[in-house]
């Protein structure tokens, strides 16, 4: 295990030399009831919270205690104060979950009406009003009707021959796509770098404990959602799923900036971005129970706190409700992509075309994760990484000018999924020929087509300078893949109804029996799992995005074998993979099964470690702080453990000393010391009191679950009261990315998240 990567303590909570972090200590209540502190104060050190910087991890435990201590000096108060702080403090926290829950649903609901526009005005525009996309400019017209209101541009510019109409429509197509998609990276690369992307891996991180408040700012929340309304009009192959989710933490983080409680805890300001998170999915799919179990599941949140999940819910609910009072898409519902199934029963043959679906998304899902990364490394290593807006300017230009040729990928992403998971109805007008039995090789092949095409696009696009989700294309391939099963099982069963396999059929001809538009569903379904790696939220989301509640069994199955086939191809779903290409300090909560291995062969040690000698001089622990930027250093006398200091506390001491005694006074750690001496400094309080300490003969499997369960940044290893050796929960991400080549791929450069 290199150093280099992984040092020989935890690297992950880093501080600048000698600053000032005076916190005070002596407990007492101000009148907002926050807790204040004697600035004076004689108490320990161990009390006192650091100020993180970005980049490094929060130490929970201490968090934890401070909030307890918090708490319990507020339930203390006598008389009327001891009644009304505890209820004004709990207000405060539903304050912001209830502004946050609403700010999120109105904010995705004009991003919905805003993307809309943008990507009508592209094909054409409304006579009587500028501001009107298509559905709102035809909305007085009857189906089937020519709605003359809305305009071509060949149209508008009164171009009367085909060729000149086709070949003006191509171009303002183009050229568009190309302007907005180059207004979002212009955006994102010169005024928030930290908006790129989707975001969900870093919510990850930071729930996790990791500490990057700038990709929460306000700036980056300004331009995360302008530019993903600009890049998801320009055609790209990319969804705003999961770059809401962003949003909406960043929504949070501003908000909880009002109160102190949250300024000042970590721990605190996590448990209500969680809660954050949740609506984020709530609005990205209309899908609020389905948000709370994406936190439960793949956010990781809320296992052990019952009041966060209780905060996630109630944020979804009040997000969902905000959505549908905005009601961007006028069809007062919540449900994004309805599914009108002919028929709520489902035949046992059909399982055969589901299945196989659910094994192409597993193998699809998992080919799209590896290319990707190929794609990540290439244009990490080669000039497209010191020309990202170059980069966005040719891929928008080559995507536009390649979907303007196939009818499926004209439109947007989302347009195509709601006509995908459609049935075919005579009284509703037939999109593009699906519905027709004779053109049945040519939607198959065209729906293929758009799948490998998306695949292809999706791969290179998630990871450019803009902001991008892989929920929504996924589902495209998937739903394309589907429905091309469907109308292919569709027309088996049309061709030889009076086989055995079709026996329960119904006997009428003209009475349907399979539905294509579900099958599009369980091709999405699958695609998805084999992506994201997703079970049960995903199974929830699904059903609360297509209202295809009698149909939640075949979904089920699909999901399960999808990430089966995908676990089987590659171990890690989108998420895990860029955490890990990022380096950032994410422990996935797997359960790790070790062949034998003990705690010796992943901890650091002692010879490779940097202890601090029972002993030493004041001057000697300064140039140990300034040559060393790591978290903590364990402290010996011959050998034996006394005890373990972190920096910041050592950075502390030493910045309140007169220079010219440092190199003089001597400092023991230890209590039991004499300190009769003149020139001797006794520094006990400054060693970390819940230290966990084992035997290096423990197996890896145990180490590796208190660091998952416990939040831990660190456990010494002792025989007989003797140091032998130390692990870091950086020594562990690496332990558990053992498996992945590419890890710390894309950490080299700063100033990226």
């Known amino acids: 295990m290199s150093e280099q990567h992984f040092g020989l303590v935890d690297h992950s909570n880093t ?13 007492e ?3 907002h009831g926050e807790l204040l502190y004697s600035e004076h104060s004689n108490q320990s050190f161990s009390t006192k919270r650091p100020t993180y910087e970005d980049g490094n991890t929060i130490d929970w435990l201490r968090e934890e205690n401070a909030e307890r201590e918090r708490q319990r000096c507020l339930k203390s108060q006598r008389g009327a104060r001891g009644l009304l702080l505890p209820f004004m403090d709990a207000s405060r ?5 209830v502004l946050t829950g609403i700010g999120i649903g109105v904010t995705g609901a004009w991003l919905d009406v805003l993307v809309k526009w943008l990507a009508d005005f592209r094909e054409g525009h ?19 009707e020519i709605c003359t209101d809305w305009q071509s541009w060949g149209q508008y510019l009164d171009i009367q021959y085909i060729l000149g109409q086709s070949l003006l429509h191509s171009v303002v197509y183009v050229a568009l796509a190309v302007v907005f998609a180059g207004s979002a990276a212009i955006l994102v690369q010169f005024y928030a770098p930290y908006a790129f992307h989707t975001g969900i891996p870093e919510i990850k991180a930071i729930l996790g404990g990791y500490v990057l408040d700038a990709f929460l700012s306000p700036w980056t929340l300004l331009i995360k959602a302008l530019g993903l309304a600009l890049a998801v009009a320009s055609g790209l ?4 799923e999961g770059p809401l989710v962003h949003v909406a933490c960043c929504m949070a983080y501003l908000l909880s900036g009002l109160f102190k409680q949250f300024r000042h805890n970590e721990a605190q300001k996590r448990k209500l971005l969680a809660a954050a998170a949740a609506a984020g999915v709530s609005v990205a799919f209309g899908s609020p129970l389905g948000g709370v179990l994406f936190g439960l599941e793949e956010l990781d949140t809320f296992a052990n706190e019952s ?16 959505l549908q009072y905005i009601d961007p898409f006028g069809t007062a519902k919540l449900v994004l992509f309805q599914v009108t199934s002919i028929t709520d029963t489902w035949r046992a043959f059909e399982l055969v075309p589901w299945l196989l679906l659910a094994v192409a998304g597993g193998v699809l899902g998992s080919l799209l994760i590896k290319l990707n990364v190929r794609v990540a490394l290439y244009r990490r290593h080669s000039a497209l990484n010191d020309w990202p807006l170059l980069e966005v300017v040719g891929v928008s230009a080559l995507t536009a000018a390649i979907s303007y040729l196939i009818v499926f990928t004209r439109v947007q992403t989302s347009e195509l999924v709601a006509n995908l998971f459609q049935e075919c109805d005579p009284s509703k007008t037939d999109y593009h020929g699906l519905c027709n039995p004779t053109a049945m090789w040519e939607n198959v092949f065209l729906l293929i087509v758009t799948a490998l095409l998306k695949i292809a696009l999706t791969a290179w696009t998630f990871g450019m300078m803009i902001p991008a989700g892989i929920f929504l294309p996924t589902i495209a391939v998937g739903a394309s893949l589907g429905r091309a099963v469907g109308l292919l099982t569709q027309g088996l069963q049309r061709a030889y109804p009076g086989a055995w396999v079709f026996s329960s059929c119904p006997p009428d001809p003209t009475v349907p029996c399979v539905s294509p538009g579900f099958y599009a569903v369980i091709g999405a379904s699958a695609m998805l799992a ?15 995005l297509t209202g295809a509640l009698s149909h939640v069994l075949p979904i089920m199955i699909s999901v399960m074998t999808a990430k089966w086939v995908g676990d089987a191809c590659g171990k890690d779903g989108i998420y895990s993979v860029w955490i890990a290409m990022r380096k950032y300090p994410w422990l996935p909560p797997v359960a790790y099964r070790d062949k034998g291995e003990t705690a010796a062969q992943v901890m650091t040690p002692i010879e490779r470690l940097v202890i601090i000698e029972d002993g030493c001089t004041l001057g000697e622990l300064d140039n140990l702080t300034r040559k060393y930027n790591f978290h903590g250093f364990p402290v010996v006398r011959d050998a034996e453990l006394v005890g373990y200091v972190t920096r910041d506390k050592l950075i502390e001491f030493l910045f309140a000393r007169e220079p010219a005694t440092l190199s003089t006074r001597r400092c023991t750690f230890s209590s039991r010391r004499s300190t009769a001496e003149d020139n001797l400094e ?20 145990l180490v590796v679950d208190m660091f998952q369960k416990l939040n831990l940044r660190q456990i010494l290893f002792t025989h007989e009261g003797r140091l032998t050796g130390m692990v870091t929960k950086t020594d562990i991400v690496a332990l558990l990315n053992l498996h992945f080549p590419h890890t710390a791929a894309l950490s080299e450069l700063p100033g990226r998240p």
């Not at 926290?93 to 979950?97: D, E, K, P, S």
């Not at 009041?307 to 905000?322: E, K, L, N, P, Y």
């Not at 060693?687 to 890896?700: D, G, N, S, Y």
Request: with cysteine; charged share 20%; glycine share 6%.
């Open 15 to 27: 501080y600048p030399p000698h600053q000032d972090h005076r916190e005070e200590e002596t407990f």
């Open 29 to 31: 209540l101000s009148e």
């Open 93 to 97: 926290m539903w304050f912001v979950i």
């Open 126 to 144: 409304c006579v009587h009003g500028f501001f009107y996309n298509q559905p709102s400019c035809c909305s007085g017209f009857d189906a089937g």
């Open 237 to 240: 192959s990319l969804g705003k």
């Open 307 to 322: 009041d966060v999940m209780w905060r996630g819910f109630v944020t979804s609910v009040i997000a969902a409700m905000s």
């Open 530 to 544: 084999g992506v994201t790696r997703m079970t049960i939220s995903l199974v929830v989301i699904l059903f609360e």
């Open 682 to 701: 006794n520094l006990s309080n400054l060693v970390e009191e819940a230290i966990l300490q084992l035997r290096k003969e423990q197996p890896q499997e």
